[in-house]
């Protein structure tokens, strides 16, 4: 696996800004773009070795022409390439033109041979960027910037003369068409007009460009205008590539151009270099005299008598620093430049390095220059020290007097106000405010501690100094310094009682917190629990209302704990009246924390105590209402599990007597009707079970877990069990009528049970059209043969058999009897007999449909027999017996 993602290294064509960033070839516009690009870039170098490309990313999935592109960008010979048409010959292809990329210094990022062979279209662009980036871009350099920088640069300076070009990107600095005209207009202007193009047709001026490049420059077409107008931001690597190519076209002509200069350059260097010597030689001169000069009056520290005179010395200084000297520091700056330069020039011309005359080397001019600032800082430390000195004196003594003011000024008013009593009627919260106050004013006297000491300590010092006021200034000092100690005193005894008084009322504010904090949650709890002894219960079982009683009772038990928080909160009440009472507090208002008070907490205690023996009645009442659903509950369950399965294993009865072959159809149609008698005399019970489901519906009971029977599921078993057993005595009665009619002997219906049982294999008492089939062949009927039924059921006597039989089958088994669908001319609303024709279905017997033409009665027309396997209803007994014997009397 070879990664793609950054060129790291000490050749960093692509900065991280610029990494490949495969999302955005989610972008179909982008996407388009860069595959013209890329393909007419690899086709403009494919070209030499006469081949091309047409799709970049199936024509690459080989290797072969990858490898090719390598070697005549790169003019190296790669590994032999495999020539298999397998895939894995277009791995080692691919692997080994990846190896080669990567031996140029690029590292790839996620991405793999097998990507390039399975036609990753984003993977194989990313590829050729990666090309594009080292053996068009990278080299690109133009005055010490490289890659992508060096391009950007160099078309910057390209197009800088020309108006409406302003080249910042590779993207939408391009849109308009004039940054690649005014490339190619810089380096030929006679191929293009720039002055007739304009910046709002950006069509015409892209495809000037574009033609102009393929036609005279030989760069192919790359873009297209229409991408590129229409997109918002065009593709920033398409964009490169193309202006690369601008790049190589017309560097040929720039060396040729650059060779020329440099010799114009060579003159030019050497008569400059002539000419910085004598510069340095002068200036050097210049600047030593000028030290020279300056160092004995800096050194001159004779000392003046007047304070007038030593400002005088000290103005005449500062000018010097400020006029003369800055003037002589660029000199000297200069003469530095002037000779490192010089040396740097001489030699890159390979010529020998400048030696200045004795004594003006650049090392003499930084030692006379040191002189000179030694001798300027000691003369600049006398004048200030002589200064200091006079004005010492009278410095001291104003900063004493502003200092001293500006301390009588903030004791002002100090003492009144350290005295008040003002905390004695206040509250905590504002005994905390005044606190905060006198630890602020406590911070503000030690800040004002050492103006105070200050003050002290100027006075002591003036009087060192025989300063001439100092009587005046010693009796200042004392007023200041008693003052002092009489406001630390007060302002320690202030502390103490606001801490005092602070202290006192925090008891009482934590009293009161802990009451509402105790009291609120019992307040919540008296009345959640009124909610709940008033609440309305609704239960539909004995379990629920037990379950009531169980919660009620575990609730009782709780009472005498919450009495005894009860009487803790009211102690904590008691506890605050009793500190107000002795300490003679002034409290302001009510609990804080809390509207909750004594009174109403006993109110709503009591209250409790009177609704628990209520909800006991209630209870004991909902008991014994339950006590009685639950015996109507078992009553019902009792009489419908015993119902339930006797009417199943009837109903199982009935199906096995409908498909067993005891004795003959008289002796089943006997059997019948004695089970018809007996379910028929188990109707009392059903009724006594309506009567339990009666008194269950008027005690409103929706569930009974005792049974699964509901009354509605034994009213349909019933009401089937009563139709199975008529419509299975009424089928049995068809048969007889059936075989006396045609003259079936008891063995045929015997062989006929028999097939019948013998193609039921899922034992569900009916034939399916399949089973039905076969049961007809395993019989010895003929049903391949469709045009011989057909011919046969033209006989007078095969349409009066049949009409007969017809007519039988539709009086007792209408449900098998249907208007045809696909007769329009037939009124599906006409009923039997009284219609003029009519399609019965009938099963699908034989490869293909089977049409069976029988006669109705002699004043109806043809009816035609068809069915389909799909809608095949399925066959009982005895309708299974039926249609054989139609079956049968058609097929002779």
């Known amino acids: ?164 070009v302003n080249i910042q990107n590779f993207h939408i600095s391009w849109k308009d068409g004039l940054g690649f005209c005014a490339l190619i207009h810089r380096h030929r202007p006679e191929l293009i007009d720039y002055g007739k193009l304009r910046k709002d047709d950006p069509m015409t001026n892209l495809n000037t460009a574009f033609d102009v490049a393929e036609k005279y420059l030989d760069i192919p077409k790359m873009l297209d205008a229409e991408d590129i107008v229409g997109t918002a931001r065009p ?69 003046e008598n007047t304070m007038q005179a030593m400002q005088q010395k000290l103005e005449d200084f500062r000018d010097y620093r400020r006029l003369h000297k800055p003037p002589k520091v660029q000199e000297k700056c200069q003469l530095e430049i002037n000779f490192n330069t010089l040396q740097t020039k001489l030699r890159l011309s390979n010529r020998p390095a400048f030696m200045p005359s004795e004594g003006k080397m650049v090392s003499d001019i930084n030692n006379a220059w040191g002189n000179l600032e030694g001798a300027e800082k000691g003369y600049e ?70 103006r105070v000491e200050q003050i002290a300590a100027i006075a002591q010092e003036l009087n060192e100094l025989d300063y001439y006021d100092s009587p005046s200034v010693n009796a200042r000092c004392q007023r200041i310094c008693d003052q002092w100690d009489a406001l630390g005193a007060l302002t320690q005894k202030r502390s103490e009682a606001l801490q005092r008084t602070e202290k006192l009322l925090e008891t009482i504010d934590q009293l009161y917190l802990e009451f509402a904090k105790r009291a609120a949650p019992f307040n919540n709890w008296m009345e959640g629990a009124m909610e709940d002894l008033q609440d309305t219960f609704i239960v539909h079982t004995i379990e629920e209302i037990q379950g009531l009683s169980t919660a009620h009772e575990q609730f009782k038990a709780t009472l005498p704990e919450a009495d005894k928080e009860r009487q803790a909160i009211l102690g904590i009440h008691n506890e605050i009246a009793k500190i107000v009472q002795t300490y003679h507090v002034n409290m302001a208002g009510t609990n804080p924390y809390t509207t909750i008070n004594p009174q109403e907490i006993n109110a709503k205690w009591d209250k409790v105590r009177q609704l628990v023996p209520q909800r006991d009645q ?111 005595i009424n089928e049995i009665e068809n048969q007889i009528l059936t075989r006396d009619a045609k003259g079936i002997s008891q063995e045929q219906l015997n062989e006929f049970r028999a097939s019948f049982n013998h193609f039921d294999r899922d034992h569900s008492g009916t034939l399916g059209a399949e089973e039905f089939k076969a049961c007809l062949i395993s019989l010895g009927f003929d049903i391949a043969n469709d045009a011989q039924v057909l011919n046969r059921s033209r006989t007078p006597a095969v349409r009066s058999l049949t009409g007969f039989f017809l007519c039988f089958f539709c009086t007792f088994s209408p449900l098998y009897f249907y208007p045809s669908p696909y007769s329009p001319s037939i009124p599906t609303s006409t009923a039997y007999p009284s219609c003029t024709n009519f399609l019965w279905e009938f099963p699908h017997l034989a490869t293909s449909k089977l049409w069976i033409v029988v006669a109705s009665l002699p004043k109806f027309h043809t009816l035609f027999i068809l069915y389909s396997p799909n809608d095949f209803p399925p066959l009982s007994l005895p309708l299974y017996v039926f249609l054989l014997l139609l079956v049968s009397f058609v097929h002779r």
């Open 235 to 303: 593709d920033e690597k398409a964009i490169m590539t193309y202006v690369s190519s601008f790049y190589h076209a017309f560097s040929g002509a720039q060396k040729a151009e650059t060779a020329a200069n440099r010799i114009c350059k060579v003159l030019a260097v050497n008569q400059e270099n002539e000419q910085l010597m004598e510069d340095y030689e002068k200036l050097a001169s210049d600047l030593l005299e000028w030290i020279r000069r300056t160092i004995p009056w800096l050194e001159n520290r004779m000392p």
């Open 1 to 164: 696996m070879y990664n793609m993602d950054q060129y790291d290294g000490e050749e960093n064509y692509m900065p991280q800004e610029d990494d490949w960033d495969r999302d955005l070839l989610l972008d179909p516009a982008w996407e388009k773009q860069q595959r013209k690009t890329f393909t007419a870039w690899c086709n403009s170098h494919l070209r030499k070795a006469g081949t091309q490309i047409e799709n970049i990313e199936e024509d690459f999935r080989d290797g072969l022409k990858l490898m090719l592109l390598l070697e005549v960008i790169s003019g190296e010979r790669l590994a032999k390439p495999e020539r298999g048409k397998m895939r894995v010959h277009k791995i080692s292809n691919v692997n080994k033109a990846l190896d080669f990329i990567a031996s140029k210094g690029v590292k790839l990022v996620s991405i793999g041979a097998e990507e390039i062979v399975d036609g990753n279209a984003k993977m194989t662009l990313g590829m050729i960027w990666t090309i594009i980036l080292r053996f068009a871009i990278q080299d690109i350099s133009v005055e010490e910037t490289s890659a992508k920088e060096g391009l950007l640069l160099w078309c910057q300076r390209k197009t800088a003369p020309y108006k409406n």
């Open 618 to 728: 209630a209870l004991i009442e909902e008991h014994a209402r339950q006590q009685n659903n639950e015996r109507l509950r078992r009553q019902f369950a009792n009489q419908a599990n015993v119902i339930g399965p006797w009417i199943q294993t009837k109903m199982e009865e009935i199906g096995r007597i409908s498909i067993e072959m005891h004795g003959t159809l008289e002796d089943q149609l006997t059997h019948l009707r004695q089970y018809e008698k007996s379910i028929v005399n188990y109707k009392p019970k059903i009724d006594q079970l309506e009567g339990d489901h009666q008194l269950i519906q008027e005690a409103l009971i929706f569930d009974n877990k005792h049974t699964n029977y509901t009354m509605e599921h034994i009213r349909v078993g019933w009401e089937q069990l009563l139709t199975t057993i008529a419509r299975t």
């Open 381 to 450: 430390e006398w004048l200030l020290n002589e200064i200091r000195r006079l004005e010492r004196l009278d410095h001291l003594a104003e900063k004493f007097r502003q200092k001293a003011a500006i301390h009588e000024a903030w004791t002002e008013g100090k003492e009144d106000m350290l005295q008040k009593r003002d905390y004695e009627t206040a509250s905590l919260s504002e005994i905390k405010a005044l606190l905060k106050k006198h630890e602020a004013f406590e911070s503000d006297l030690a800040a004002h501690q050492d």
